[in-house]
Each structure stands twice: as C-alpha cells, then as structure tokens.
C-alpha cells in the first residue's frame, strides 16, 4: 500500500503520519503516559534508552524517541538543531521508511513521527509497527543461534538493500531482527537512498562485521568466524547483490 502522507502543525511543532494506515493520529501518541495510562504500553530493551512498545488502534506498534549517543549527548541529550521541518531526524526517517516499503524491501512499516521545536532545537519521536516474533540478529548470537545457514541471509539481507541504494548509517547486529527464515533491518536513523557503490557499500558491510567480532562471534577464534560465519555471508551478499 502506497504511504499517503499527512501533516498536522501546531505551535509547539508537527506531526507526519500515513493517513492511509491511520487516518488520524495525535499528539498523545507520542506520550508513553498516556499509553501507560491505558495499560497498553510495555518497554523493552534496545536503542538509546530503550523503546516503548504500544497497543494502538492500529495495532502493536514501538515508540522511539531521539536521543544522541557518545561524548555530545551529555550537552545534547534529545535535541538536535534545527534547520528546517524537512531535515528533521524524524521527517527524513519516516520518509526513507516509505522509499523502503515502496521497494519491497522487509524494514520496518512507518506509522507516524512528530517533532516539537525548542527555540533553536527540536526534539522527535518516531512511531513504527511493531514486527513481531522476531529476535535481533545480537540475541541470536548470544544464544548460539548463528551459524552459516543464517549468516547466508544476512548476506542476501544486506544485498538487498544495498542493491536499491539504501544505505544504514548504523548496520550492527541489534539492527538485523530474525523472525523464523525471514529478515529484517530495522533503524534508519540517519540511512538514505544514494547510487549504488562499492566504496559505501563494503564500508557499510565491514560496520555490520565489526559489530559481530565485538560481540564475540570469534570466541572460537577469528580463522573458525572466518570460515563458519563471514565467508557464507559475504557469499551470499556478492551473488544477491549481482542477481
């Protein structure tokens, strides 16, 4: 289904949301008191602080506010400067996540986003469906659960959106969700759609690889991570992303 977007501004800043999944959405979506209220909110980990997850009218749906990470969030916590509605954080997410869904690709379905300004900063949330059943490619690790078979889809996961131009500005295993045999890549924070490259493209793979080796897919040595994990996924990678 085609995103059709909708805007609602206010004093305090503006809401964007896909009319055609809801057809109207307020600012009390973007509050976790008042899910909370209502018995239809439950945090879980994951992100910068965590994510709400959220019993909607349209469903199961995860609440993420912006925040920063490393040395700057302690003088900027959740705001960003502002340079135009169209270059928020939340704006350009929700519209890269219309790109993803119009290409087919398996990312997340975008709901809503809202940012409010704060004289010359702004904050934001983003509102996505939830995808359920699924556990992070992370988790998977840690369980023991990663082995060729599954870093093959990796590979081809990754291919996939490389190949569209879609470019993730944090490609780490906590952003790769595994449901059963099918795969997705959640957080677009910062990703967009750039032609096609290889320079990009293997930075970007060499990120996802990184994450891996740091959360101890070489515990049995880099050569056997090498062998078992890495090569069948950059196998599958280059022949989908020829394909």
Known sequence: MAMLERI???AAGAILFDAAVSPQVDADWFEPETWRARGALRVQGGGRGGVAVIDTP???CVLRHYRRGGMVARLMGDRY???GADRTRCFAE???LGVIGALGLPGPEAVACRYRRHGLFYSADLITRRIAD???LAQCLADGLLDGELAELVGALVA????AGIWHADLNAHNVLVRSDELFLI???RGRQREPGEGWQQS???RLRRSLLKLGAAAHGEAAFEEEHWKPLVYRYERTLRA
């Open 134 to 136: 699924a556990h992070t």
């Open 187 to 189: 957080d677009f924070d």
């Open 8 to 10: 609602r501004e206010d």
């Open 58 to 60: 349209v469903g199961e």
């Open 204 to 206: 970007n793979l060499m």
């Open 81 to 83: 400067l502002w340079k």
């Open 94 to 96: 929700f519209r890269l």
């Open 160 to 163: 996939r959106f490389h190949r």
